[in-house]
């Protein structure tokens, strides 16, 4: 069936990096746009991050920008989340999601936990 | 980034309908409409409405959704405890280049 399944979350100190992936499986990865949705605790739905079908476009939330880096494997199925120079305020479970005019499939999510 | 008004929470009566609203302005919601998402606590967002009226396979006919203006809305029919949720609404921001999102509503079934 249809999933995306996140991992790499963990725990981190201030200042350091965590790269998150996002497996997809059960529909054609490289047909679709993607994006990283995060959801701090007791709180509502940030979008992150976009990259389009062949990785060739890419958007950022003011909040992550010059900080976070998404990419595509395509050939591996695999969506990332490169993450650095964490700060307090970026501690969130992380979701992937796929782009269909909405966000119609996601993850579990994999929680970010920054603190010193 | 801003992003779009929805009331904090909606209470309604079991059966009763309930109307959640989002509001954004030209850029987003009154240029490209918004989608919905509903979220159980503990679970991932589901999405229940694309481009305004447009719902997935396997949502319920309860729901519908329209746009008037900078403003969208989400009118649940025939409330049933399993509708008490999260609701969130984003959209696209043309001026931003950013997908932006509601602070969410919380549906109460009494």
């Known amino acids: 069936q249809v999933q995306l399944v996140e991992s790499g979350g963990g725990v981190v100190q201030p200042g350091r990096s965590l790269r998150l992936s996002c497996a997809a499986s059960?529909?054609?990865?490289?047909?679709?746009?993607m994006h990283w949705v995060r959801q701090a605790p007791g709180k509502g739905l940030e979008w992150v991050a976009f990259?389009?079908?062949?990785?060739?476009?890419?958007y950022y939330a003011d909040s992550v920008k010059g900080r976070f880096t998404i990419s595509r494997d395509n050939s591996k199925n695999t969506l990332y989340l490169q993450m650095n120079s964490l700060r307090v305020e970026d501690t969130a479970v992380y979701y992937c999601?796929?782009?269909?005019?909405?966000?119609?499939?996601w993850g579990q999510g994999t929680m970010v936990t920054v603190s010193s | 980034q801003a992003g779009l008004t929805q009331p904090p929470s909606v209470s309604k009566g079991l059966r009763q309908t309930a109307t959640l609203t989002c509001t954004g302005n030209s850029n987003n919601v009154g240029n490209q409409g918004a989608a919905w998402l509903q979220q159980h606590q503990g679970h991932p967002p589901k999405l229940l409405s694309y481009?305004?009226?447009n719902r997935p396979s396997g949502i319920s006919e309860r729901l519908s959704a329209s746009r008037s203006g900078n403003t969208a809305s989400l009118i649940i029919t025939g409330l049933q405890p399993e509708d008490e949720a999260d609701y969130y609404c984003?959209?696209?921001?043309?001026?931003?280049?950013?997908?932006?999102f509601g602070g969410g509503t919380k549906l109460t079934v009494l």
């Open positions: 481009t305004n009226n």
């Open positions: 984003s959209a696209w921001d043309s001026s931003l280049s950013a997908w932006v």
């Open positions: 999601t796929r782009e269909v005019y909405g966000f119609d499939i």
């Open positions: 059960g529909f054609t990865f490289s047909s679709y746009a």
């Open positions: 990259i389009s079908y062949d990785g060739s476009n890419k």
